[in-house]
C-alpha cells in the first residue's frame, strides 16, 4: 500500500476519532462551545450554517455525523439525513428536487418524481439535508427558483431543516435568511500536539523536533490550527529531513513533490531518483503531467460555476486523450478518481484530494500566463 495513503488515511481517521471524542474544536455559537451531535437536533432554526477556513474540517464534520447516523450511533430528532457535497456536479447541476434525489439513486430503480411528491406531501418533517460547500456552488444561490434557494426560504419542504457548510467568504450570500450560526474553529494546542504526536507515532523524537523546529517559524505557527495545513506540514517535515521549507507556498510545493517523488518511485519503479527538490528536477514527462494538471485546475476555477469535480471530457481534452481516459489514470497519483454507477454504466470523475490544492496548482499555472492574462485575472 502507498505509505502517503496510509498515513493520510490514519490521519483521517484520528480528525474522526477527535470529533467523537473531542467536541471543543467543532464549533462556537456565541461564546459557547457545543457538541458536533447538536446539529442533529431539531431547534427553532430550521437553517443552520456551518463556517469555517479552508481546511479547517467542516466536510470531515458532516461525514463524520452521517456516519454516526447511519450506524445508529447517536440520537436524532430525524427519520432521514440525506448528505449532498455542493462540488459534486450532478448537485450542482440539478434544477429539481427529483434531479437533487436521484444522486443517491445509482442503479436502484426508483420513480424519483414519485419520492419528490411523498417529500412534498409532507412538507419534509423530519427530514434534514446536509448541503456541504455552498462556496463551491454559490451560483445556485443566484437563480431565484434553484432548489437549493427554495429549500433555504422555506418555499420547498418547510418543514425540513436545512444544515450548509460554507467559507466565510460566502456566507453574506445567506445575510437575507434568519438562521443560527456556528463555526468551526480548528485545533486548540492540546490538540496539535495531539495530531502531531499521533502523525509521528513510530518515532516520538521526530513530534520534539517538529515544535522544536515550529517554534523558529512563526510564520506557520498561524497555519497550523488548520487540519489540512497541519497534515501537510508533517507530511513535509518528514519528507524534508525533518525541517520545514522557507515558505508556506513551499511548503504546498514540496507537498506536490513527495506524492510524485513517492508515486515513480513505487508505482513506476525508479528507485535511482534523487531528491527532487522543484517541478523543474522531474522527469520531462512529469512536468508536462503537471502542467496539464494546473491548466485544468485553474480552468475549472474560472468556470461559471467553478469546477472542483472534473468529468472525463475535461480530463481527456487538457491531457490530449484521442479516446476516452485510461482507466488506471491519475496523473501520478495526483487526482483522485470516483467511480459513479448511474443507470447502467460507469461514469468516472476526478479531483483533487482538496480544494486548497486546485487552489495552490491554480496559482502555478496562473503566474505562467503572460502579464496581460494575469492582470485580466485579478
Known amino acids: 500500500e502507498d505509505p502517503f495513503k496510509k498515513t493520510k488515511r490514519n490521519a483521517e481517521a484520528f480528525l474522526e476519532n477527535m470529533c467523537k471524542a473531542n467536541c471543543e474544536w467543532v464549533g462556537s455559537h456565541g461564546n459557547q462551545t457545543i457538541p458536533s451531535d447538536r446539529i442533529l437536533a431539531k431547534d427553532e432554526n430550521r437553517v443552520k450554517l456551518i463556517f469555517g477556513a479552508p481546511g479547517i474540517g467542516k466536510t470531515t464534520l458532516l461525514r463524520h455525523l452521517t456516519r454516526r447516523y447511519a450506524l445508529g450511533k447517536v440520537k436524532s430528532d430525524f427519520d432521514l439525513v440525506l448528505l449532498f457535497p455542493l462540488r459534486e456536479r450532478r448537485i450542482s447541476t440539478a434544477e429539481t428536487l427529483p434531479d437533487l434525489l436521484a444522486y443517491y439513486g445509482k442503479r436502484k430503480a426508483i420513480d424519483y418524481n414519485s419520492l419528490s411528491d411523498e417529500f412534498e406531501e409532507s412538507e419534509g418533517r423530519s427530514i434534514l439535508?446536509?448541503?456541504?460547500?455552498?462556496?463551491?456552488?454559490v451560483h445556485l444561490l443566484k437563480k431565484k427558483d434553484s432548489y437549493l434557494n427554495q429549500l433555504l426560504h422555506g418555499e420547498l419542504l418547510p418543514e425540513a431543516t436545512i444544515v450548509i457548510t460554507s467559507r466565510p467568504g460566502s456566507c453574506s450570500h445567506l445575510s437575507q435568511l434568519h438562521l443560527k450560526c456556528f463555526e468551526i474553529q480548528g485545533f486548540n494546542e492540546i490538540q496539535i500536539k495531539e495530531f502531531v504526536?499521533?502523525?509521528?507515532?513510530?518515532?516520538?523524537?521526530?513530534?520534539?523536533?517538529?515544535?522544536?523546529?515550529?517554534?523558529?517559524?512563526?510564520?506557520?505557527?498561524?497555519?497550523?490550527?488548520?487540519?489540512?495545513?497541519?497534515?501537510?506540514?508533517?507530511?513535509?517535515?518528514?519528507?524534508?529531513?525533518?525541517?520545514?521549507?522557507?515558505?508556506?507556498?513551499?511548503?504546498?510545493?514540496s507537498f506536490f513533490l513527495q506524492l510524485i517523488f513517492r508515486y515513480l518511485r513505487e508505482k513506476?519503479?525508479?528507485?535511482?531518483?534523487?531528491?527532487?527538490?522543484?517541478?523543474?528536477?522531474?522527469?520531462?514527462?512529469?512536468?508536462?503531467?503537471?502542467?496539464?494538471?494546473?491548466?485544468?485546475?485553474?480552468n475549472g476555477l474560472l468556470s461559471d460555476p467553478k469546477i472542483l469535480v472534473f468529468d472525463e471530457k475535461m480530463v481527456g481534452d487538457v491531457f490530449g486523450f484521442e479516446g476516452p481516459v485510461p482507466e488506471d489514470f491519475d496523473c501520478m497519483g495526483l487526482l483522485n478518481v470516483h467511480l459513479e454507477e448511474v443507470a447502467f454504466s460507469t461514469i468516472r470523475t476526478y479531483s483533487l484530494q482538496h480544494a486548497t490544492l486546485q487552489e495552490f496548482l491554480s496559482a502555478e499555472e496562473l503566474k505562467c500566463l503572460p502579464e496581460e492574462k494575469q492582470v485580466r485575472f485579478w
Open 129 to 137: 439535508f446536509l448541503f456541504d460547500g455552498l462556496d463551491e456552488a
Open 197 to 253: 504526536n499521533f502523525f509521528f507515532k513510530q518515532d516520538g523524537s521526530r513530534s520534539a523536533k517538529f515544535f522544536s523546529e515550529l517554534r523558529c517559524r512563526p510564520d506557520l505557527n498561524g497555519a497550523v490550527y488548520i487540519p489540512v495545513n497541519l497534515f501537510i506540514l508533517c507530511s513535509v517535515f518528514e519528507h524534508e529531513g525533518q525541517s520545514f521549507p522557507s515558505t508556506i507556498t513551499s511548503c504546498y510545493q
Open 268 to 298: 513506476k519503479g525508479e528507485s535511482h531518483l534523487p531528491p527532487i527538490a522543484s517541478f523543474n528536477d522531474l522527469p520531462r514527462e512529469a512536468v508536462e503531467l503537471v502542467r496539464k494538471l494546473s491548466q485544468l485546475c485553474l
